[in-house]
């Protein structure tokens, strides 16, 4: 079956540190490949997402890349900001047996940053 | 442009209780979902649905029924409140395809006493 393994939390920085947070993925098929964030008290809502190898999915100064070779989609910021403070949430989306897609979460990693 | 709206965002139950969690999105998305979020678990997830009138369960089904008898709605049943239902619990949507991102409501924090 698919599954998306995260590295686990918390990771702690300070402000203007760089970040990545790794994931790596099984799949059956070829997958696309998410990443959604967690602000507290709400719900996920979608950060990134690339839908084949080596695309590249950014957005408010987050980046990943599909790679296929390692299945992998590590997720990276060059400078982070105290608002980035959240619960990050690597997924997969695959076409199961029955031929729906159905998403695969990794556990998420939750990320402090401190002034 | 509301989304997917949850109601309600807090409940208190009684062990062997029974409530239905409300869900609905204004998207026309044909899939719909019911993930339990718990500390260290990550998402879970209880049910599906790939569109009106078809249901299927996810990975923790037990103790929960859902319907999906419009496009819209998604509502998710406890039968008889356990402890261990206690969770956050959300429900999400997207159109339901491979590249297309599931779009989550703000959840539902249910304690079982």
């Known amino acids: 079956g698919n599954s998306v393994t995260q590295m686990e939390g918390p990771v702690t920085l300070s402000e203007e540190a760089f970040l990545t947070i790794n994931c790596t993925y099984t799949?059956?098929?070829?997958?696309?490949l998410f990443w959604y964030v967690q602000y507290p008290g709400e719900g996920l809502q979608l950060l990134l997402k690339a839908t084949k190898a080596d695309d590249k999915g950014s957005n408010k100064g987050f980046e990943a890349t599909y790679r296929k070779e390692t299945t992998s989609f590590h997720l990276e910021k060059g400078s982070v900001q105290v608002s980035d403070s959240a619960v990050y949430f690597c997924?997969?989306?695959?076409?199961?047996?029955?031929?729906?897609?159905?998403?695969?979460f990794g556990r998420g990693t939750s990320l402090i940053v401190h002034p | 442009n509301a989304g997917v709206t949850q109601t309600p965002k807090f409940q208190v139950l009684k062990t062997g209780q029974s409530m239905t969690l409300q869900c609905a999105q204004d998207?026309?998305?044909?899939?719909m979902s019911w993930y339990r979020q718990d500390p260290g678990m990550g998402l879970r997830l209880i049910h599906y649905s790939v569109g009106a009138g078809i249901t299927d369960q996810g990975e923790v089904p037990n103790g929960y029924n859902v319907s999906r008898s419009t496009t819209e709605d998604f509502p998710l049943r406890l039968l008889s409140a356990a402890p261990s239902q206690t969770s956050v619990y959300f429900c999400a949507s997207s159109p339901g395809q491979g590249n297309s991102p599931l779009h989550f409501g703000n959840g539902t924090r249910l304690t079982v006493t």
């Open positions: 998207m026309n998305h044909e899939y």
């Open positions: 997924a997969l989306s695959d076409r199961a047996s029955g031929g729906s897609y159905i998403p695969t």
């Open positions: 799949a059956t098929g070829y997958p696309s």
